[in-house]
């Protein structure tokens, strides 16, 4: 005998599935509510994808900002170097991205570093004034990344709910 919900043989012996709990012996209540908390758990998982895809998007959003700040400094000041570095660094954050269905938390948390390794980098060479001058964007691309950190937990905290979907 299979478990009408997911296929899995199972034993004649108690009330719901091993793999998936579906409760085969149960009334068609049961297993109507059964259906019912499944469709929702499936909304959450769609939910918890689109937050990753979200959490992936700001950090593409914060290697374009990098790219465009190297570039402008490149422009101004006629300097290789600065191009080349933050054209690493936005490599870097672009691959996070793209990394980031893999392990969401560790990858936030690159990007997170990286960035605050650029400032500090940036704050050495050129001193603490620098951390001062183009603040606005800074604020924004921290928000992006904290904001993707929260939203990359609560895709983690949704999947564990529901690995039986998955």
């Known amino acids: 005998m299979n478990c009408e919900n997911c296929n899995t043989p199972i034993s004649g012996v108690g009330t719901v599935c091993h793999h998936c709990q579906f409760p085969y012996n149960g009334t068609i209540e049961e297993k109507d509510l059964f259906y019912g908390k499944q469709i929702s758990q ?95 964007f800074k604020i924004i691309i921290y928000t992006l990344l904290i904001k993707a950190l929260v939203e990359t937990n609560n895709a983690k905290n949704i999947r564990n709910l529901n690995k039986s979907l998955m």
């Open 42 to 136: 499936k909304q959450e998982l769609q939910e918890a994808n689109k937050n990753l895809k979200k959490a992936a998007n700001s950090l593409f959003v914060v290697a374009g900002i990098m790219l465009f700040n190297g570039i402008v400094i490149y422009l101004s000041a006629d300097s290789p170097i600065d191009l080349i570095f933050f054209g690493i660094v936005s490599i870097c954050l672009l691959t996070f991205g793209f990394l980031l269905n893999k392990a969401p938390s560790i990858f936030i948390i690159a990007g997170l570093s990286l960035i605050t390794l650029v400032y500090i980098l940036l704050a050495i060479a050129n001193g603490p004034e620098v951390l001062f001058k183009g603040i606005i």
